[in-house]
């Protein structure tokens, strides 16, 4: 008998439960209900009286200037941009080599034809593979339209008005404020990953029920061996994981969501789940109850999502290699329609594969112990080292 037998049993029962059906479609229900609230939150700050939430670290992004009139200088926030004063070569050569973010480059009459009533041509060069430049060129966009505004409302209320017109800004890229890359990007990837964290209950269900049913030992006097009942339990799992996560792709793509490369995002939140199932299934392996694999699963999973999320905002931040080590992370850019180089789908396929393998390992050790599946359970201290020294002990 191949594990293959057993996947079919454990999917074609989920499928048929109502117990899963009912979870099944309340998890699309409040994924509904978290598109609308997500739409509306990010309107609201996008409108004019929305919601401030622009970064406020000291030096956050570094932009190098050339301005002699100052006009554009002497107005642009200290807190969010850390402005360096710079000729224009050397500025140039600061953006090329990764020093500073952006360079910004004024002419030096540019006082005087906005007073003349004359456009400025000023000429703004981003590092793009930096996340930051985004937050520089927002930064640009809006000093120049309040120094366009104050004019107009000044030239407006003079004795002898005369027209005037806006900065014209000629910009090599363009981008969301960090704030706003934060909320869309970030929370629509986490929403893209929340059905790999929903489905934890099914495999204690599987493997911690075996045990509370009392049906472990005819599963394991099958003709099967204590892998492949692992592995057909989980790979149960994945697919049913597979088909809420292609269920939850559409609905954000009829509901206005632009994803770029849907296929390649559903192939990666798909292989992310085998080595969180993997885990989850480790833990189920050594629970002796459901109330024990709960609390087990709720503390691992703490870990599992900051090692997702914390290298997404490593990378939104600082543009880190190591923070694709993070399947999220991959998977944002894939959506955001970046191009990734082949190493940095080769750190993430690399995690995924070292996870998996050692999650899988040692769920399948641990249900191979008769001491931890019949018991008296052995302490983690123990399972430890049997582990580590590859020890087999059967009590």
Do not use: C
Not at 30 to 40: G, K, T, Y
Not at 225 to 232: L, V
């Amino acid at each position: 008998m191949k594990f293959t037998t057993i996947t079919k049993w454990e999917f074609k029962s989920t499928l048929k439960s109502k117990k899963f059906m009912m979870i099944f479609f309340l998890q699309l229900s409040v994924l509904l209900l978290m598109i609308v609230i997500f739409n509306s939150f990010v309107t609201n700050i996008e409108s004019e009286k929305g919601i401030a939430i622009t970064p406020s670290l000291n030096g956050f992004a570094s932009m190098n200037i050339q301005d002699q009139s100052g006009i554009i200088s002497k107005n642009l926030n200290p807190d969010i941009i850390n402005i360096i004063p710079s000729n224009y070569n050397t500025s140039l050569n600061n953006v090329a080599i990764g020093k500073t973010t952006g360079f910004l480059y004024v002419p030096g009459n540019a006082a005087q034809d906005i007073q003349n009533g004359q456009a400025v041509n000023m000429i703004v060069y981003l590092d793009v593979s930096d996340p930051k430049q985004s937050v520089v060129m927002d930064e640009v966009n809006s000093t120049a339209k309040l120094i366009a505004d104050s004019y107009s409302s000044s030239l407006t209320s003079s004795a002898a008005p005369q027209n005037t017109t806006l900065p014209n800004i000629n910009q090599q890229t363009t981008g969301e404020s960090l704030p706003l890359q934060i909320i869309k990007k970030v929370m629509l990837v986490i929403l893209l990953f929340l059905p790999l964290l929903l489905f934890g209950n099914m495999v204690i269900d599987s493997i911690v029920g075996e045990k509370e049913r009392k049906t472990a030992e005819i599963l394991i006097a099958m003709p099967i061996s204590h892998a492949n009942i692992i592995i057909g339990k989980s790979i149960a799992v994945v697919l049913t994981i597979s088909l809420q996560i292609a269920m939850w792709l559409i609905i954000l793509l009829i509901a206005g969501f632009n994803i770029s490369n849907p296929l390649l995002v559903f192939i990666f939140i798909f292989l992310s789940s085998i080595p969180i199932i993997g885990i989850t299934s480790a833990v189920a392996a050594y629970s002796k109850n459901y109330k024990e694999a709960g609390i087990g699963l709720s503390i691992v999973y703490i870990g599992i999502v900051g090692f997702l999320i914390v290298p997404v905002l490593l990378y939104i931040t600082r543009g880190s290699y190591i923070s694709n080590i993070s399947p999220m992370t991959i998977v944002m850019r894939l959506f955001s329609g970046e191009s990734i180089a082949l190493g940095d789908y080769a750190l993430t396929l690399i995690s995924i594969a070292i996870v998996s393998i050692i999650s899988y390992w040692i769920a399948i050790k641990l249900f191979e112990r008769d001491d931890i599946v019949f018991g008296p359970r052995p302490g983690i201290l123990r399972l430890l080292f049997d582990l580590i020294t590859f020890k087999k002990l059967y009590k």
